[in-house]
């Protein structure tokens, strides 16, 4: 099993800049597919970004590709999402997740393809 901590979310003002970072503890962490999801009040979870187990291959949802990227440090456990030029509806609370399952461009973005979640940390992105 492994534990998932989310930080670095908070306010910022449109156009700026936010980096969340999320801590595995437990299990060897490049072991595991990594994802970042959102959710919005009112709305469901919505799948960001994934980085797959040795760190060269990433994906995004297209409303977020050229603004986020996503990285990993598998010697220090710890999967991160650099947030830029930040909009009003990327205000949401975000969640790292963790799979140990056989993850492809096709499935990486089903909620149920993870097996690990963070606790959230909340972005809000004012106007």
């Known amino acids: 099993q492994v534990q998932l901590v989310e930080s670095g979310g908070g306010l910022v003002q449109a156009g700026g800049s936010l980096r969340l970072s999320c801590a595995a503890s437990?299990?060897?962490?490049?072991?595991?597919?990594m994802g970042w999801f959102r959710q919005a009040p009112g709305k469901e979870r919505e799948f960001v970004a994934a980085i797959s187990r040795g760190g060269g291959s990433t994906y995004y949802v297209d409303s977020v590709k050229g603004r986020f990227a996503i990285s990993r440090d598998n010697a220090k456990n710890t999967v991160y999402l650099q947030m830029n030029s930040l909009k009003p509806e990327d205000t949401a609370v975000y969640y790292c997740?963790?799979?140990?399952?056989?993850?492809?461009?096709?499935?990486?973005?089903?909620?149920?393809?993870?097996?690990?979640w963070g606790q959230g940390t909340q972005v809000t992105v004012s106007s």
């Open positions: 437990g299990r060897t962490f490049s072991n595991y597919f």
């Open positions: 997740a963790a799979s140990l399952r056989f993850t492809t461009p096709q499935t990486m973005a089903a909620p149920s393809q993870y097996d690990y």
